[in-house]
């Protein structure tokens, strides 16, 4: 289970004035979760993410979990240029972790072909799939994903987020992604939380009972303003790796 509590994060400029990013933001998630979180641009969803993963300590509150294997996928794909795709993966996997299948975790992500690649070599939406890849490589008991999808087509971005899903459901890992979709959203998470507001707090915590539910939607557009930019994704299922199968 993770709960994490912020009650307050706060920047300081370089002319010493503080503001307030985050405010009263209050949420658990338990294992086999798939949670969307949504919010507008510089709304501090990334901030919040960064704390969650325990790379930003300066906050006030706490986040507790007890997971030893954590997957992250920021926004920028953070592959090293001199390695290639197969290296970068393999990166991530430490002493006493199964090796993982890397062609099998590459197909998954639409990218068979692409092991013996350099990043250089890769677009962006490609280096993003070679980072959930990775992600996925150390069987991740919670998967933490920033706008993965954000420079995908539709078609791929929703088949890889529907993948993502049942991947979670499989191996009961627990699961927040970070996106502006909220169409996409609705057909795979199992609860959304929106952040909203100046400093930005927990304004809505809603489960989401069907995939695709009109009514929640209806409501979330109206009271959200910001949402009417999302724009629906609807794809073709493709599976993610079990924990057996990524090692």
């Known amino acids: 289970m993770l709960e994490v509590r912020i009650d307050r994060k706060a920047y300081v400029s370089e002319a010493g004035t503080e503001r307030t990013v985050l405010s009263d933001v209050c949420f658990s998630v338990a294992p086999g979760e798939v949670v969307g979180l949504l919010g507008p641009s510089g709304a501090g969803k990334s901030t919040m993410l960064r704390i969650l993963l325990g790379l930003d300590t300066d906050y006030e509150g706490h986040v507790r979990h007890g997971y ?20 970068n993966i393999r990166l991530v996997v430490t002493d006493g972790m199964k090796p993982p ?46 706008e993965p999808f954000a420079s995908l087509d539709a078609r791929l971005g929703g088949a890889l987020a529907e993948s993502v899903a049942r991947w979670a459901r499989s191996t009961g890992a627990a699961v927040i992604v970070a996106t502006h979709d909220l169409a996409q959203a609705m057909e795979r998470v199992s609860r ?44 073709e299922v493709q599976q993610l790796p079990s924990a057996q199968a990524s090692g």
């Not at 197909?107 to 890849?133: C, D, I, K, N, T």
């Not at 995939?211 to 109206?222: H, I, S």
Request: aromatic share 6%; hydrophobic share 55%.
């Open 192 to 235: 959304l939380l929106i952040l909203s507001g100046i400093p930005a707090r927990l304004c809505a915590d809603r489960p989401v009972q069907a995939a695709g539910d009109g009514v929640l939607y209806a409501k979330l557009l109206a009271e959200f303003a910001f949402l009417r930019a999302g724009k629906p994704g609807h794809a």
């Open 101 to 146: 299948d890397i062609g099998f975790l590459l197909e998954s992500v639409q990218l068979r072909h692409a092991a013996a690649l350099r990043p250089r070599q890769l677009s962006l939406g490609m280096a993003r799939r070679v980072a959930l890849a990775r992600a996925l490589a150390i069987s991740p008991e919670l998967l933490v994903l920033d």
């Open 68 to 87: 030893r294997r954590v997957g992250v996928v920021f926004q920028e794909p953070r592959l090293l240029p001199w390695m290639t795709v197969e290296e």
